[in-house]
């Protein structure tokens, strides 16, 4: 039909405008799926003028599938504007009626046809018509008409079959089943007590969360908040199942060595592991694990798909929160036949719905299998005139209880305070882009170490030895923290994602100058230059500002005399040369006043380079101050000097 046959028909046949009505709206809502070209974006759905009523009518009568005859002569009123979205339109059974509402019939006593079964991912809802069964139906969350079949669908959830259940649908076997799964799951999470062959010892909480992977068969979404062990959970799963190989791990670039580090750490050495660069796939090495970042996925999926992973690990899953995005994209297809994933993210997702639909699906694609109706019920939608707005959040509390009930854990610090310290270090290795000028310095420091006995301190310093030493050692730091500032901030950015404030240290003022540059006003600064009245004002706008989001500090300036406690983590970006300039850092935080009863204290080391020998040396001496405080400072710098200097040349 032409436009114009289109508007004739739509203007003067019910059938033709209710079936217009519905596939507008339709494609207003499901854009993508409607859609002929990319160019008639802006040509699906209702005008303006028009979105409030005609939206009414569409979900009036997918709800009940009912208008009034005064609803149907407005609608063909005000229809036929939109007949070139409308060619190739097929005509639809309507019910129209003077006045809604008839004689309700007794729904106590439910037909023998009424059942609910299964159609695809979603629950089948058929009964014989009664306006008090139609209406409790209707109640259900996101339940949908369809007017060709004459039945009802509603997302298949436990929450929706024990209504059906209560009003006396009987549930076909498909459905029972599904069912008795969900219910067995929820009884089945049992403490596990023992892993054999881990490395650590697991907190309690720890063990409840890979007691709950274990009952979701390894699919579930684990959303502790940050600095709660969700690594540690994860690879404890894997170590229940060492037969489930190969397993790829996704993460963002900047924690590909600290997931090395991680496994290393807790399971067993029969683990080989790959880390995977760059996006031109080579040949894969019989690894165990496999561990990838998100950015140059695309490029090696089909190689990773020719392994057959057995698990998925997503870890800061909110990377893909974007479904039109390469990167989530290329997950999906990952994902795809992959009998377990465990997707790990710390990000809040009731106060960001929307972000979080990629995520959940990923899990298991039967709870919210169509995006439309989880964006209507979660996500606040509201039309602007142009479009749908999902960016808000609506019905947390049961989007949340939905989760909960069948693949989320999620535990807060407040939740869990009892199983930890009232301090956390932790070490996050970092990749640096300069390896190669690294090199060269610390084969320059290799062949300037030959020259002297540096058993013999005493001419060793006669001959000027340890200025020059600290000078070479210097260089290697700055180094070390040019080859990893950008991997650093994007860790800041991940942190933030998560979390409320941050206090970060550092030793260089191109470090500090590097920082403030790139988080602008929502970063303050206190080193050297910031004294008096200025350092007070920094300190205040990170105490009392909420769009102040970073503290960034030198580590001998702010280590001291200022109170932090608006954060509850410490970063340091560089390193000091005493256990005693971190504590006090650290201490910033971790005072009187504190909200939080557990502060956390992440090291972003860089890999292969000094840092790494300086960070095992003040963890020494940290812990002989720990048990002889002898009040010997002052002559930490030079101890650890030496020490570091003898370390590296019996490393040579």
């Known amino acids: ?80 504007k939109y007949s070139r979205q409308l060619i190739g339109i097929e005509p639809m ?77 009987e549930l076909a076997p498909e459905v029972k089943a599904w069912k008795d799964k969900m219910e067995r799951m929820e009884k089945e999470t049992e403490e596990i007590v023992t892993i054999p ?47 489930k190989r190969p397993v790829v791990v996704v993460c963002p670039a900047t924690l590909k060595y600290n997931w090395e580090n991680e496994i290393n750490m807790w399971t067993t050495s029969n683990n080989k592991v790959e880390i995977l660069s760059g996006s031109s796939p080579y040949k894969l090495s019989k690894a165990d694990i496999f561990i990838i970042n ?22 800061e899953a909110h990377y893909v929160k974007n479904p039109k995005a390469g990167r989530t994209k290329a997950v999906k297809s990952l994902c795809k036949k992959v009998p377990h994933k465990i997707v790990i993210t710390g990000t809040p997702i009731v106060n960001r719905p929307i972000e979080a639909y990629t995520m959940i699906n990923l899990v298991n694609d039967t709870l919210f299998p169509k995006f439309t109706k989880y964006a209507f019920r979660y996500c606040d939608a509201k039309h602007n005139g142009f479009g749908w707005d999902f960016t808000g959040a609506s019905n947390t509390m049961e989007l949340h209880n939905k989760l909960t009930k069948t693949i989320m854990i999620r535990r807060l610090k407040a939740d869990v305070l009892k199983d930890l310290p009232e301090k956390m270090r932790i070490v996050v290795p970092m990749d640096i882009s300069n390896m190669h000028d690294y090199k060269m310095a610390s084969g320059e ?32 730091k700055q180094l070390s923290i040019e080859g990893k500032i950008n991997g650093c901030i994007s860790w800041i950015e991940d942190y933030l994602e998560q979390n409320d404030k941050i206090v970060v240290f550092t030793t260089h003022t191109k470090t500090i100058d590097t920082l403030m540059s790139h988080f602008g006003d929502m970063a303050v600064r206190v080193d050297g230059s910031v004294v008096g009245e200025k350092r007070q004002k920094a300190v205040d706008e990170f105490q009392n500002n909420d769009n102040v989001k970073v503290f960034v500090g030198n580590l001998k300036a702010a280590g001291v005399g200022i109170t932090l406690t608006k954060a ?21 935080v971790h005072r009187i006043g504190q909200e939080a009863d557990c502060v956390t204290a992440y090291y972003l080391v860089a890999k292969d380079t000094i840092e790494e020998e300086i960070c ?37």
């Open 93 to 169: 059974d309507v019910n129209v009626v003077n006045v809604p509402g008839a004689p309700k019939a007794d729904p106590e006593k439910p037909k023998a046809n009424n059942i609910v079964s299964l159609e695809g991912n979603v629950l089948k809802i058929s009964f014989a018509f009664t306006y008090e069964i139609k209406d409790r139906v209707a109640s259900l969350p996101d339940r949908r008409y369809n007017p060709t079949g004459k039945y009802w669908t509603a997302p298949l959830d436990f929450d929706n079959i024990e209504k059906l259940t209560s009003w006396g649908f």
């Open 445 to 476: 420091l290799s062949d300037w170490l030959d020259e002297f006995d540096f058993e013999d301190q005493q001419t060793a310093n006669k001959k000027n030895a340890g200025t020059e030493a600290l000078a070479r050692i210097e260089h290697l």
């Open 294 to 315: 998100y950015d140059v996925l695309k490029g090696w999926v089909d190689t990773l798909k020719k392994r057959n992973p057995q698990v998925i690990i997503l870890d």
């Open 197 to 243: 062959g881990l490395k650590r010892d697991l907190f309690p909480f720890q063990k409840k969360g890979v007691s709950f992977i274990e009952s979701r068969d390894g699919n579930a979404l684990l959303a502790d908040e940050m600095g709660l062990g969700k690594t540690a959970q994860a690879l404890a799963y894997l170590q229940l199942h060492p037969k």
């Open 568 to 588: 509850n983590a410490t970063c340091f970006l560089e390193l000091g040369w005493t256990p005693g300039d971190h504590d006090q850092a650290e201490d910033r």
């Open 616 to 652: 095992q040396l003040l963890d020494k001496k940290r812990a002989v101050l720990a048990s002889v405080l002898d009040g010997k400072e002052a002559v930490e710098d030079e101890a650890l000097l030496w020490e570091l200097l003898r370390v590296l040349k019996e490393g040579k």
């Open 1 to 80: 039909m032409t436009a114009t046959e289109v508007r004739n028909k739509v203007t003067t046949d019910d059938r033709y405008a209710v079936a217009a009505l519905i596939k507008v709206y339709q494609g207003q809502t499901e854009g993508e799926k409607y859609r002929r070209s990319t160019e008639e974006l802006n040509m699906i759905g209702f005008n303006g003028a028009d979105a409030g009523l005609l939206t009414s009518f569409a979900e009036q009568y997918l709800e009940k599938g009912v208008l009034t005859h005064k609803q149907m002569v407005l609608l063909k009123n005000k229809i036929g």
